[in-house]
């Protein structure tokens, strides 16, 4: 005996093909639109004269804000110090990433309980960090400055004195960040082929020349991928050095996020630090562009050769 089946589809709300791209392209819209409309209220202001303690005297200057900078030496030591922050970091913690990476390298339980142990320092909220260092190094109790005395650098000042601020917070950030750089770069060389470096020791090939020739070139993507987060985080810093110093002794250590602050909310000056902000975001933008097309054009000839 056999039975009609009927088929009951369910009579929902349908959505149709040509409108669902749209549905789901909307909520990136939405970010979209919310990072624009601060971004472009930013641009606004960076062409007047604007301060929240005389508000009667706002009007646009027109470029005023961007032209002073150039005859500004508090500008140029801002630039100074926010490329030299940003350049000893990055550098620092690729070396040590890639070494720290280099050594968790091969698979086994030790390694992997290793790489997860040093990534505490990453979960640790940037400015806890710093004030955690600016109590350790404290020259009157700190346990980094007994440690220091114990091997004859008596009354370190750490953070206390401008020769020494920029390496104290340099550390702040080598420990906080070298974890992110770390994985990154542990995730690259356990993602590589094994053939070329099976091949490379049937050969008897020096391990120097396994490392410069073979590995560094396959690691080279995920190098510049690291680079371009950890850079563009560190030349935007704020909170370890606001936290440990203020942006001093000083204006020694006084970068672009710092200065900024200092001007909008000491100064109240709004047209200036919008102009500081634009042109920080040009930095990065420039810098980003650098970096994504060196990384296309290894992409390109990596495709090339496969």
Request: aromatic share 14%; net charge positive; with cysteine.
């Amino acid at each position: 005996m056999t039975a009609a089946t009927t088929v009951h589809r369910p009579s929902g709300f349908r959505i149709s093909k040509r409108v669902l791209p749209y549905l789901l392209s909307l909520p990136a819209l939405l970010v979209c639109i919310g990072i624009l409309i601060p971004f472009l209220t930013s641009v606004v202001y960076s062409f007047q004269r604007y301060r929240l303690s005389q508000p009667w005297a706002r009007q646009f200057n027109w470029g005023d804000n961007y032209i002073s900078f150039f005859t500004d030496p508090k500008f140029w030591n801002t630039l100074e110090v926010s490329l030299l922050y940003a350049g000893i970091t990055v550098v620092l913690e690729l070396l040590l990433g890639l070494g720290i990476a280099m050594l968790l390298q091969k698979r086994s339980t030790l390694n992997n309980f290793i790489s997860i142990m040093l990534l505490m320092p990453l979960m640790t909220a940037p400015a806890l960090a710093a004030l955690m260092w600016k109590l350790m190094t404290n020259p009157g109790f700190g346990v980094l400055s007994y440690l220091a005395s114990l091997i004859g650098l008596q009354d370190f000042r750490w953070a206390s004195s401008p020769s020494t601020a920029l390496l104290t917070v340099v550390l702040v950030d080598i420990w906080v960040y070298t974890p992110f750089i770390m994985i990154l770069l542990l995730a690259g060389l356990r993602s590589l082929p094994t053939q070329p470096f099976e091949a490379a020791a049937l050969d008897g090939v020096p391990r120097s020349f396994v490392f410069f020739r073979i590995t560094l070139p396959m690691l080279t993507p995920y190098i510049l991928t690291a680079t371009l987060f950890r850079l563009l985080d560190s030349i935007q810093q704020f909170d370890i050095i606001y936290a440990m110093t203020q942006g001093g002794p000083g204006d020694t250590l006084t970068v672009f996020q710092v200065e900024a602050y200092l001007n909008f909310f000491q100064s109240t000056n709004v047209g200036r630090s919008a102009a500081l902000m634009i042109i920080l975001w040009a930095i990065t933008y420039f810098l980003s562009n650098i970096f994504i097309k060196n990384w296309l054009r290894l992409r390109e000839r990596a495709r090339g050769q496969a």
